[in-house]
């Protein structure tokens, strides 16, 4: 039995490497420095000893292999100690498309946002096909309760990410899994940390579009402007594009507003409707590519599309926490304008003139370099109330983005200023949304107890 050590195992994508190192049979620890929930929880339930922090000392010298997640990079203790001892490491991409991948089907989700929750609705699908597939989800899927399992049936569906794989590897992940399928949700600028421009986000992805076969197919997002400039690059796979566009070959025709019911077209005809329990327009295109992308492995989709029904999503994603004096908090993992747009449009389709109030953690790399400043005032003009947790650290001046904001707007230091400032705001009939690609010092539940205890 093989050991290895993964450094970075409380970040999504790496804690189900860890979950299916442990199925393979492999022994498995692990070091991180931020470790919270979802994760944490599904480490803890695997039994994985977490080693806090990265020390020289924190992977031991009879280590089979060391899995190096790309948050680390040169002159982190424990890297270097691996350096220098000259012990096996590979990125967790490259360990998934050698241990797990060869001889499976593999459906990849790609885009800036709704990667997870296209993976998760996608996974859900094949399962209700019966088709038993393994899955990677960037988060814990609520109707697996896990977020990687290797399953027994042909596919395996990962969710394809296009930031770099590690210090030594500076490709986007998704180029390692060599997919027969694979979804293109979107594209827009994201990762500033990494990425200069657009342009340079746009190669990764025809990087992604040359490792598709013939045989295979690309479903992509119609009514995406980069994406049809990515698949002008050149293309040799078969294309099928969705959207809400009449003349593409799979088209969505809202039945509610919100997007908890729609009917499915392909090619024109009329193929079923979905009711749901998820919200907003973007969910609508994310369950249509999933549905396209099961009907292009075989899926008779009439069979299955009931199935979704009862489909429960990922934590964190628009995540009811819980209730009191007839105010809801929602835990919603949010990292960019577009995304925290249409999150608050479904919303507001579901609730009406109700109050929302968002509490917002500008936390990814983007946020906090300032990228998305601009579009972050227009991206909350559908909440009555914005708190910001505006940390010492943040690069940028929340002022000019507060004083655009339509709403009412504030800025606190902390998560304890920004909780007394939501108990000050937050009345009857509210719904509270947190949003955060963090763990926000567990703010939500905090918030939850505080007004319990009130």
């Not at 199925?23 to 994985?48: C, F, K």
């Not at 991948?101 to 399962?127: M, N, S």
């Not at 899926?299 to 995540?319: C, H, Q």
């Not at 009345?427 to 009130?454: C, E, K, T």
Request: glycine share 10%; with cysteine; hydrophobic share 45%.
């Amino acid at each position: 039995m093989s050991t290895i050590h993964i450094l970075g195992i409380a970040g999504t994508f790496m804690g189900g490497v860890a979950a299916l190192a442990r199925e393979l049979g492999q022994t498995v620890r692990g070091s991180d420095q931020a470790i919270y929930p979802p994760m944490s929880t599904q480490l803890e339930q695997l039994g994985i000893a977490l080693d806090p922090g990265y020390r020289a000392d924190s992977v031991a010298a009879d280590c089979d292999a060391v899995i190096v997640g790309n948050a680390l990079s040169r002159g982190n203790p424990a890297v270097e100690a691996v350096l220098d001892a000259g012990q096996r490491y590979i990125s967790g991409a490259q360990w998934l498309s050698e241990q797990v991948l060869p001889g499976r089907d593999t459906l990849a989700v790609a885009g800036t946002h709704g990667k997870t929750t296209t993976t998760t609705i996608l996974t859900w699908l094949l399962q209700a096909a019966g088709r038993e597939p393994g899955f990677l989800i960037g988060g814990v899927a609520e109707d697996f309760g896990v977020s990687a399992r290797l399953g027994q049936g042909r596919e395996f569906v990962v969710e394809a990410d296009e930031y770099d794989t590690a210090f030594f590897d500076k490709r986007s992940k998704f180029v390692h899994y060599r997919p027969l399928v694979a979804i293109l949700n979107n594209l827009e600028y994201d990762h500033a940390d990494i990425f200069p421009d657009v342009a340079a986000i746009q190669r990764q992805f025809h990087h992604l579009i040359r490792t598709v076969p013939a045989r295979g197919r690309l479903i992509v997002n119609g009514e995406d402007a980069y994406l049809a400039e990515v698949l002008a690059m050149g293309c040799w796979t078969p294309v099928e594009r969705f959207g809400f566009d009449p003349g593409l070959e799979w088209h969505a025709e809202l039945v509610s507003a919100d997007g908890s019911a729609f009917v499915v077209h392909h090619r024109g005809a009329r193929v079923d409707e979905v009711r749901w329990s998820l919200l907003g327009r973007h969910n609508v295109l994310n369950g249509l590519a999933a549905l396209a992308a099961a009907h292009a492995v075989g899926v008779d989709l009439a069979t299955v599309i009931p199935a979704l029904a009862g489909f429960r999503s990922v934590k964190r994603r628009m995540e009811v926490i819980g209730q009191a004096h007839d105010i809801t908090i929602y835990d919603d993992f949010a990292h960019h304008p577009t995304a925290i747009h249409t999150t608050l449009q479904g919303l507001r389709a579901k609730v009406g003139d109700a109050r929302i109030v968002v509490a917002m953690e500008p936390r990814s790399n983007s946020m906090r370099l300032g990228a998305h400043a601009q579009a972050l005032a227009p991206s909350l003009a559908l909440a009555d109330a914005v708190v910001f947790l505006h940390r010492p650290e943040l690069a940028w001046d929340a002022a000019g983005v507060i004083a655009a904001v339509r709403g009412d707007a504030h800025a606190v230091p902390d998560t304890d200023a920004l909780l007394a400032r939501l108990g000050g705001i937050a009345q009857p009939g509210d719904h509270v949304v947190f949003m955060s690609n963090g763990g926000f010092d567990g703010a939500p539940r905090r918030f939850l107890a505080q007004l319990q205890a009130s």
